[in-house]
């Protein structure tokens, strides 16, 4: 998978390169966002509420390609193109040559297909984590090197009720919702209502419909939670030492709060404020570090590019008393 700088402004991330070639990207939407060129999915509309289209819940489920699913074409050199699949609609392949959506509606995935020229192309449905990399982005987005840190950290599953604030663009959101599936709920809290009609977009466009189990409250998380009986909280906002308190009403005895942090003075003011109050312990700060490997006949070794840093997870469990661990810090 090749890496190429994202969003300038962005020092949280790079992302694979994902381009959609077919449609002309809609930058002028994306105020403080990306450049031409960049990997985004602009362009593609979300599909309608209730459409069979998108990856959809169970990811395609194995069913052939029709009109409407999000496609990865997929070159020789793994060079990625994400598209959605119209009738009548053209995809132009890097490598040279077109291929016509009609010709992959009704494909198996994982089919190959030749362009006009010749060229195998390669035809998927998007996993999660390509398209988190490629859909609109107004925010920083918590990536999904440290997303699969919080969904097993927060000891979600199937059937669980969880909150996040901020929504953002909707990453988090997405991977929250597949680990929930449709039996739990999540609610999200966003102060800007552009950023949660984003999110909102760009869930129905990877999942094909809005959510039921998903509601987004237009609301500032520092004047309160009202949910109550939560397995966990997730914040990804500025000052979440401000929702100490709230968030302690919200989680159930024994539920989770976690707390993504891009920098260590913030770290250091949540890390206390959690301390400092007698619901939360087992607090615990992490940063993960991923290295890509290049791995070839002639030469194994790590690759020369990495993300250097993109934040730190801290979590902390919801304990009842009567007193904090006396080991605490
Ligand atoms: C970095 S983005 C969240 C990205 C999101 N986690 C994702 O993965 O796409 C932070 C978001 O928090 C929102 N926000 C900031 N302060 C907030 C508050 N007090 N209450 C609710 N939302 C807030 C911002 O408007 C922004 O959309």
């Known amino acids: 998978m090749s890496f190429v700088d994202d969003q300038p402004g962005d020092e949280r991330h790079q992302v694979p390169e994902i381009l959609d070639t077919g449609c002309?990207?809609?930058?002028?939407?994306?105020?403080?966002?990306?450049?031409?060129?960049?990997?985004?999915?602009?362009?593609?509309?979300?599909?309608?509420?209730?459409?069979?289209?998108?990856?959809?819940?169970?990811?395609?489920?194995?069913?052939?390609?029709?009109?409407?699913?999000?496609?990865?074409?997929?070159?020789?050199?793994?060079?990625?193109?994400?598209?959605?699949?119209?009738?009548?609609?053209?995809?132009?392949?890097?490598p040279g040559g077109a291929i016509r959506h009609d010709d992959v509606a009704g494909l198996p995935e994982g089919a190959v297909v030749s362009t006009t020229t010749g060229q195998p192309i390669l035809c998927l449905r998007p996993t999660l984590e390509e398209y988190i990399l490629a859909m609109p982005r107004r925010t920083q987005v918590i990536y999904p090197k440290d997303l699969g840190q919080i969904l097993i950290r927060s000891n979600l599953g199937p059937g669980g009720r969880a909150l996040e604030a901020g929504v953002g663009s909707g990453a988090t959101s997405l991977a929250l919702l597949r680990l929930l599936g449709p039996t739990g709920t999540l609610v999200s809290y966003e102060r800007r209502p552009e950023f949660a009609e984003l999110a909102r977009d760009n869930v129905r466009r990877f999942l094909g419909e809005d959510p039921p189990n998903w509601r987004i409250e237009l609301r500032d998380v520092y004047e309160g939670i009202d949910e109550r009986d939560l397995d966990a909280v997730v914040l990804d906002v500025p000052e979440p030492?401000?929702?100490?308190?709230?968030?302690?009403?919200?989680?159930?005895?024994?539920?989770?709060?976690?707390?993504?942090?891009?920098?260590?003075?913030?770290?250091?003011?949540?890390?206390?404020?959690?301390?400092?109050?007698?619901?939360?312990?087992?607090?615990?700060?992490?940063?993960?570090?991923?290295?890509?490997?290049?791995?070839?006949?002639?030469?194994?070794?790590?690759?020369?590019?990495?993300?250097?840093?993109?934040?730190?997870?801290?979590?902390?469990?919801?304990?009842?008393?009567?007193?904090p661990l006396p080991s605490r810090p």
């Open 241 to 323: 030492y401000r929702c100490v308190e709230a968030a302690a009403a919200a989680v159930r005895p024994g539920g989770v709060l976690l707390v993504w942090l891009p920098t260590t003075n913030q770290v250091q003011q949540m890390v206390v404020a959690l301390r400092r109050h007698p619901a939360w312990d087992l607090v615990d700060t992490t940063e993960l570090l991923l290295r890509p490997w290049h791995v070839s006949q002639e030469s194994v070794r790590p690759e020369h590019r990495m993300v250097a840093h993109t934040g730190f997870l801290i979590t902390a469990r919801r304990v009842t008393g009567p007193a």
């Open 24 to 94: 002309p990207s809609s930058d002028e939407d994306l105020a403080g966002g990306a450049t031409a060129g960049t990997p985004q999915l602009n362009g593609e509309p979300p599909s309608p509420s209730g459409s069979p289209g998108s990856a959809g819940r169970d990811g395609g489920g194995g069913r052939p390609f029709a009109f409407g699913d999000l496609v990865v074409f997929v070159d020789a050199k793994q060079r990625r193109r994400l598209q959605r699949l119209q009738p009548g609609r053209v995809f132009q392949a890097p």
